[in-house]
């Protein structure tokens, strides 16, 4: 694998400043002006658009680095989708979530039929690799046509209130969505959501539910799971 000083050869400014660049924008909700902005207060002069090639260039790349470092999903996954308008046409956004609350994997597409269902199917069970065993969704129709023919000895639980989690993962991106003014296309919608999941599964560290000592313990182990992520 490269090095981060491969990757971003010919590039003017030095990759310790890109790398910042690309988590500013991937963790917060934050435009490329407003990065400008703040690089500009440390006295670093570069443009919103440079900005916004080195997150288009090197975000997915070190969300693929995380992703291959991650430790595994469990065995349980939520799953739910959403429509998302993209130049005025209506697209389907299928998420997966597991029982952490993790993204295990984002997957757009223009329909929500059961052949839909069975492609995002085979794309979690590709990526996940494990055994797993339950998976919990609404009551549309696709998932039984998916789940019927891919994995029926899964359990399969469609019961009230059961598939919230997945539901409420999706405000993440709405928020993103409404900060860039929505989408613009398929291919940068699909390139955004995954490399924002893979960074949000990251620094997601459940505030709420640690003490603040366990938290900054979290906080710092994931600031150094992030150096290596970009260092390589």
């Known amino acids: 694998m490269k090095p981060a000083k491969s990757i971003c050869k010919r590039h003017r400014f030095p990759p ?3 790398q910042y660049a690309v988590w500013l924008y991937r963790r917060f909700n934050l435009s490329h002006r407003d990065i400008e902005d703040l690089l500009a207060q440390r006295s670093i002069t570069v443009s919103y658009e440079a900005i916004r090639l080195w997150c288009n260039k090197f975000g997915s790349k070190y969300a693929r680095r995380l992703r291959r470092k991650h430790q595994g999903y469990g065995d349980t996954f939520f799953i739910d989708e959403v ?3 993209i130049q005025g046409e209506r697209h389907c956004l299928w998420r997966a979530v597991n ?6 994997d984002v997957f757009l597409q223009i329909r929500r039929g059961g052949e839909a269902a069975k492609r995002f199917f085979k794309r979690l069970l ?3 690799g494990g055994e797993l065993r339950k998976i919990v969704t609404d009551k549309l129709g696709s998932y039984r046509v998916a789940h019927r023919e891919l994995i029926p000895e899964v359990i399969h639980d469609t ?3 059961a598939n919230n989690r997945a539901e409420l993962s999706h405000e993440p ?3 993103r969505e409404r900060g860039m003014r929505k989408f613009k296309s398929m291919q940068q919608a699909q390139r955004f959501l995954g490399a924002h999941a893979a960074v949000h599964n990251l620094f997601n ?6 003490s603040a000592e366990n938290y900054r313990y979290f906080r710092l182990r994931a600031f150094a799971s992030w150096e290596k992520a970009v260092a390589m």
């Open 83 to 85: 429509c998302v308008r």
């Open 126 to 128: 590709r990526k996940h």
């Open 173 to 175: 991106t709405r928020v």
């Open 16 to 18: 310790e400043i890109i």
């Open 159 to 161: 019961s009230q209130y």
């Open 99 to 104: 029982q952490d609350g993790e993204v295990v």
């Open 205 to 210: 560290l459940g505030r709420h539910l640690l």
